[in-house]
């Protein structure tokens, strides 16, 4: 990773990268101004100013203990130490598990506007898919450590269909060989990979009102069927 | 946005060939263990509040200070001097006794706790190594409870002192024998080799003990103490030895023989209340294998629990 070992070499990798597991990990015997004393101390990165700027924001008191802060302010304290270090890749990993949708909001939001420029990768890992999708440039789902799809928003975009097929058409539509197909409020929807060559745009418009899928939706579409194609292919080898 | 953010998109960031901007080994391990202190807060607490209620016990005590001193008059030079540093001795063992049991409880806690309530990824997230981690963690029992509890014995025992002088003063009696007699540089000195002793030689105490506390997932205590005191039994009912646990019980109190003259010139066993400068013995101390071997072994647990902690996950 950036040319270093991860194990071995993890103290001089942490001077380039930033890293979130969850917003649980804060030990919560810290005091505020304790754990900005300490990131200053130990960070060659650092900038204490940027920490203060960001908390100034929040109604965060220096003299709390973490235990003593909501779920939601432990994130932005979280949020404004690692912001405040000059780092090449920040890594989030489900960072906001727990918080509620107005947090998570918030947390992307400063996330983009204070933190993100040219120079910085930032890579989120999370199940709460629908927050990210307009932040995103690329996309990756992981299924058991098996990466199952690898592509940029644009790819995305252009790539899968959502269409909501008027009822008489829905026998139509499943001759194009949708990768999947659910049923709301009595009507289907179904999603087409237009990578595949089954169908086209116009074609797909003609059935039904077309749009450009959510991740999540792409998600059960993906990963809901996993289980069973590994099971036919389990099939295939045992015939 | 922000005058932040403005000065941050104007300072140009060059991501390939960033200055190498490294914090000082010193300074790396001066903040580490800074945190170590504020997340154990009893590792002062502890030594200070037992020196506070030693204190109040000898504020007490002076009442009958001024009787027992005209009793001490009447002795013999020799145990007159031992009855004069008896509360000073006892203030020395108490507070030895305290930072050892500080010292056993944090060790044991020290890489566990930090795994049982998940904050090992925020620690691992900074340019720490494990190795800085792990040297700051056992400087606590092995450099920091000794010399603080070096500190405190010498301002309290300055103080009982004090008030020793000013109350035979007052009352008229024993001032001059308590002047003359009580060598309390002396007691010093020897307090601060005595200190130095156990630390080298409870050494590879403190790397197991943080050796298991990064390993066990569960009840570290038991881990600890356990294992030893069962291969002792077992050598005992099989092989009707016991080497094994001779070696547990030099570890734990082989350093006074080693270290200090237990008896005097004329044979006498030496008062633990007094131990008199003459009565160490520093070139033996250093030339006895076991503390080398100790030394090594210590070494050798504590490169396994940085080896460990790589490794370590939240529990």
Not at chain 1, 59 to 84: C, D, F, P
Not at chain 1, 128 to 149: A, K, P, S, W, Y
Request: glycine share 6%; aromatic share 10%.
């Amino acid at each position: 990773m950036l040319g270093r070992d991860p194990w071995s070499e993890r103290d001089q990798l942490m001077r380039d990268v930033c890293f979130i597991a969850d917003v649980a990990v804060l030990p919560r015997w810290m005091r505020v101004s304790q754990a900005l004393d300490y990131v200053a101390g130990v960070h060659p990165r650092f900038d204490r100013a940027k920490a203060e700027g960001f908390l100034a924001k929040t109604s965060i008191r220096r003299e709390s203990k973490v235990r003593e802060l909501s779920k939601g302010m432990v994130t932005q304290l979280h949020l404004a130490l690692v912001m405040a270090i000059d780092a090449r890749l920040l890594v989030l990993d489900e960072p906001t598990l727990g918080l509620d949708i107005l947090y998570r909001k918030q947390f992307y939001d400063s996330l983009l506007n204070d933190y993100f420029d040219r120079n910085r990768t930032i890579v989120v890992t999370t199940h709460q898919v629908e927050d990210v999708q307009h932040v995103l440039t690329d996309l990756m789902f992981i299924n058991r450590g098996r990466i199952v799809l690898d592509c940029s928003m644009e790819e995305f975009e252009s790539r899968y269909l959502e269409v909501t097929v008027h009822p008489e058409r829905v026998a139509v539509a499943r001759t194009l060989k949708p990768i999947h197909e659910r049923q709301v409020l009595g009507r289907s929807i179904l999603l087409f990979d237009l990578k595949l060559d089954h169908a086209d745009r116009q074609q797909l418009a003609a059935l039904g009102d077309v749009r450009t899928p959510s991740i999540s939706d792409l998600f059960v579409a993906v990963m809901g069927d996993k289980s069973g194609h590994q099971a036919g292919a389990a099939q295939g080898v045992a015939r | 946005m922000n005058t932040q953010s403005n000065a941050m998109h104007e300072s140009p960031l060059d991501s390939q060939g960033i200055a190498p901007a490294v914090v000082s080994a010193t300074r790396l391990m001066y903040w580490s263990v800074r945190r170590e202190l504020w997340e154990n807060r009893s590792i002062y607490v502890a030594p200070l509040a037992v020196a506070a209620v030693y204190m109040l016990g000898f504020l007490i005590s002076l009442i009958w200070l001024p009787h027992s001193m005209r009793e001490v008059a009447a002795h013999h030079p020799a145990p007159q001097l031992v009855e004069l540093a008896m509360p000073y001795g006892h203030a020395t063992w108490l507070l030895l006794v305290t930072a050892l049991l500080v010292g056993i409880f944090y060790s044991l806690d020290a890489l566990h706790g930090e795994r049982r309530d998940r904050s090992i990824l925020f620690w691992k997230s900074l340019p720490v190594s494990d190795l800085t981690t792990i040297l700051s963690k056992v400087s606590i029992p092995f450099v920091v409870l000794p010399l603080l509890v070096f500190a405190i014995t010498v301002i309290l025992q300055l103080f009982m002192w004090l008030l020793n002088m000013a109350v035979l003063l007052v009352s008229g009696t024993g001032a001059a024998t308590l002047w003359a007699q009580l060598p309390l540089f002396q007691m010093e000195l020897v307090l601060l080799y005595g200190l130095t002793v156990i630390a080298l030689w409870y050494a590879p105490i403190y790397g197991w003990l943080l050796l298991v506390s990064g390993w066990a997932r569960r009840a570290p205590f038991l881990w600890a103490v356990l294992p030893p005191l069962a291969i002792a039994a077992v050598e005992r009912i099989a092989f009707h030895t016991s080497y094994f646990g001779s070696l547990l019980q030099d570890r734990l109190i082989g350093f006074a023989a080693r270290a200090f003259d237990l008896k005097d010139k004329g044979g006498v066993p030496v008062d633990p209340h007094f131990i008199p400068l003459a009565q160490v013995a520093p070139g033996r101390f250093l030339s006895s294998p076991g503390l080398w071997i100790g030394l090594l072994v210590a070494a050798a647990l504590l490169a396994a629990a940085v080896r460990l902690r790589r490794y370590r996950e939240p529990i």
